[in-house]
């Protein structure tokens, strides 16, 4: 059986995600139903701007299944605002924002700096090989917190945001501050499919 990836379509870098998972031959396709939610098998969200991510998933009739497909143990992986997305609590987001609430952590939104309107910086992680990411980051957020359950698997490695956390996993749940999706690095796509199969 081939495994189903859905992409989350409602906003952001969701064309770039499909054709990355395409390239590692799986079956992609957009999400934007909860009817299309409910035919795969594990979802990734794409960056983008979470607060109007989180706006049109009220909208559309995603927030509360998506939540509960979660909470079902469905694979996600997020990609800065995919990570926001998944993130339990968020600094420096609107009030009312809402997210997926899976991961058990606080990211600070924009925590590059809002001047920083992006940036590269080399991230080593943990459990994947081949030397570190060039990693993009566009008005990214990073971690500043995480609960007992969550593993931190990436950091920046150098400048003045050397230390920071900005890759990590909780169970099925993967989220990245930065966008593998841009560069065509897959090795984190292919990380996660793994993941996903493993199920
Ligand atoms: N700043 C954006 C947000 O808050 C995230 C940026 C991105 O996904 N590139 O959602």
């Known amino acids: 059986m081939t495994l189903k990836i859905g992409v989350l379509a409602l906003q952001g870098s969701f064309r770039e995600h499909i054709r990355a998972l395409t390239a590692d031959d799986v079956a992609a396709g957009p999400v934007r139903r909860p009817e299309e939610l409910a035919a795969v098998d594990a979802l990734v969200i794409p960056g ?4 109007v991510m989180s706006k049109l998933a009220i909208e559309f ?17 997020g990609s800065c605002a995919g990570m926001i997305m998944l993130a339990s609590r968020v600094l420096d987001g609107r009030p009312d924002q809402e997210t997926f609430d899976g991961i058990d952590m606080t990211v600070r939104r924009n925590a590059f700096g809002r001047q920083v309107e992006s940036f590269e910086g ?30 931190v698997m990436g950091r920046v490695t150098s400048g003045p945001a050397a230390g920071r956390i900005v890759a990590v996993r909780q169970g099925n749940l993967l989220a990245t501050a930065f966008h593998p999706e841009l560069t065509g690095d897959l090795r984190v796509h292919r990380y996660f499919v793994e993941m996903a199969v493993s199920q």
């Open 48 to 51: 983008g701007e979470s607060t």
């Open 61 to 77: 009739g995603l927030l509360e299944p998506i939540r509960k497909r979660i909470a079902d143990g469905m694979p996600v992986y």
């Open 122 to 151: 080399q991230v080593n992680i943990s459990d994947i090989s081949g030397g570190p990411f060039e990693a993009v980051f566009i008005r990214a957020p990073w971690v500043e917190q995480v609960g007992p359950e969550v593993r």
